[in-house]
Nanobody, 123 residues
């Protein structure tokens, strides 16, 4: 079970920071991967990146220069930071978990999927 949290409104050029709290399973459980996926308004799902149970990270090439994913094992949370946001970064952001490396944006490819959190980018 996963739950996203973070500010619903971010100003252009600022950094978006979202947290995913994982319940009932440790982040460090092998062979888990914990990921972020988003869906802009009127568009399909887009894979952003993920972090392996060991802490290794993998990012979408199109977002890599602005993306950072980290984990806090003491809180069993992992965090997405997306810098220099523009209105094109608005949408619903989901966190997800899978038992293997996953670069898919498709919900069915994940074992766990959060309810999503809406992000608006506006001044």
């Amino acid at each position: 079970q996963l739950q996203e949290s973070g500010p619903g409104l971010v100003k252009p050029s600022e950094t978006l920071s979202l947290t995913c709290t994982v319940f009932n399973e440790a982040l460090t459980t092998a062979p888990k991967y914990w990921g972020w996926i988003r869906q802009p308004p009127g568009k399909g799902l887009e894979w952003i990146g993920n972090i392996r149970y060991s802490g290794s990270t993998y990012y979408s090439p199109s977002l890599q220069s602005r993306t950072s994913i980290s984990m806090d094992t003491s809180k069993n949370q992992f965090t997405l930071q997306l810098s220099s946001v523009t209105p094109e970064d608005a949408g619903v952001y989901y966190c997800a978990g899978s038992d293997g490396p996953q670069m898919s944006p498709t919900r069915d490819d994940y074992d766990d999927w959060g309810p999503g959190t809406q992000v608006t980018v506006s001044s």
